[in-house]
């Protein structure tokens, strides 16, 4: 039941235009993997080079989550997401045109920046319109939707590629972001900031309340490492070891990353409908979390150990299982009050996405060191992975060690 949006039409028009900003999004930032031996060869990229690149979009993310956070408090989902995503379409058209390096950067980064507030948008209005259970099913219906899109980033984009370029895609995507934002305008309620003092949070803007939660504080190594590490993997660095450890031919790789992120699409439908099952039965979020990411390490491990012979399946275990840490996005919004909904959000998004853009271009780093110390490919990879796995593990075990504060954050119905 929601609390602002009392109609079902008008809950699901206002889901779906803000859906469908967030499949373009979660599209754009995909594309890179897809596009990735056709960017290497034509701009003669290094490892490094593409992980820079890839994590570029992030990083633009990274710049905008603060402020942004306490402009989505104080002038709400509709008016912060229009304006940001005119930079989205400026970064779109500047991709399309760029023949350097560094323009093809600056694009992305400037893409990053405008498609920043396609989740973290949604996700505060929910706070507010949705009840917690409906939060929940929301925040994992707008993940299966970005399942959708890294979905569009695969076998369709392959598809286009020799019949339009790689160029004119980023027309169509400036041209369905336009679209994206006249659907909001038409559909998104008005936004009334909430009183400071009725709600409990404070009325300055600032993020103390957010960093002092003790819960929120027990999520930021997980966040970094493990989430961050996650997206870093299904956005760029599958591809890459499917073509350079499995063997598999670009086209190959493309089909395997569109079989990932079906799989993907399901699990996280799967999530929308147990979610609100478990929220009635008072099933906490932390310990979703502690069952789900051993189960997901344990897949990296395997990984590692098959080495050229872990392909698609072995990385859609992987992926799949990975998607439990999505579950700490609306439980960080729903252990703090209302009005404190974007800064929490885009805190904790901040981390996130500071953890891709590190582990991105982190991995390409140590890809090409181990190759310069004579590693091959497959030995390569497998460093620098290992790495990374040793980074989860450390966080999980501070996620374990640290006590459960908080429990507003357990699934319960308001």
Request: with cysteine; charged share 10%; aromatic share 14%.
């Amino acid at each position: 039941m929601s609390r602002l949006l009392t109609g079902r039409g008008r809950g699901a028009a206002v889901f779906l235009a803000f859906a469908f900003a967030y499949f373009l999004s979660t599209l754009i930032r995909a594309i890179t993997a897809t596009l990735s031996p056709t960017l290497t060869a034509e701009f003669e990229l290094h490892a490094r080079d593409l992980g820079l690149l890839a994590g570029g979009y992030f990083l633009g993310f990274a710049f905008t989550q603060l402020p942004m956070g306490a402009w989505l408090d104080r002038h709400g989902p509709k008016r912060v997401i229009l304006c940001f995503l005119s930079a989205a379409v400026a970064g779109c058209l500047l991709f399309s045109a760029a023949t350097q390096f560094w323009v093809l950067m600056a694009a992305r980064v400037l893409t990053g920046v405008g498609v920043s507030a396609c989740l973290m948008a949604p996700l505060t209005g929910y706070r507010r319109w949705f009840d917690p259970p409906l939060q929940l099913r929301a925040n994992s219906w707008m993940l299966m939707v970005g399942s959708l899109g890294l979905v569009g980033a695969t076998l369709p984009v392959r598809l286009l590629i020799p019949i339009t370029g790689w160029r004119p895609l980023f027309w169509l995507l400036a041209a369905g972001l336009l679209l994206a934002m006249l659907l909001i305008a038409w559909a998104a309620p008005a936004w009334r900031p909430a009183g400071g003092e009725a709600s409990g949070a404070p009325s300055d803007g600032g993020y103390a309340a957010v960093w002092r939660d003790p819960f929120f504080r027990k999520l930021v190594p997980v966040g970094f490492f493990n989430y961050g590490g996650f997206v870093a993997m299904l956005t760029l660095w599958v591809v890459p070891w499917l073509t350079r450890v499995a063997g598999y031919a670009p086209p190959e790789a493309a089909d395997a990353l569109f079989q990932i992120s079906i799989a993907m699409l399901i699990t996280y439908w799967l999530w929308g409908v147990a979610t609100p099952w478990l929220a009635r039965r008072g099933v906490p979020t932390d310990r979703l979390i502690a069952w789900g990411l051993p189960f997901s390490m344990l897949a990296l491990a395997v990984i590692l150990v098959l080495g050229p012979a872990a392909g698609t399946l072995a990385w859609m275990v992987f992926l799949c299982g990975s998607t439990v840490v999505a579950l700490a996005q609306p439980a960080v919004a729903m252990a703090l009050p209302p009005a404190l909904a974007g800064r929490a959000l885009s805190a904790y998004n901040l981390v996130v996405f500071l953890g891709v853009f590190v582990v991105q271009w982190g991995v390409g780093l140590l890809v090409d060191l181990f190759g310069r110390a004579g590693f091959d490919a497959p030995g390569a990879f497998r460093g620098a992975l290992g790495l990374f796995l040793g980074c989860c593990l450390l966080s999980y075990f501070y996620f374990l060690w640290a006590p459960p504060h908080n429990r507003r954050t357990r699934l319960r119905p308001a």
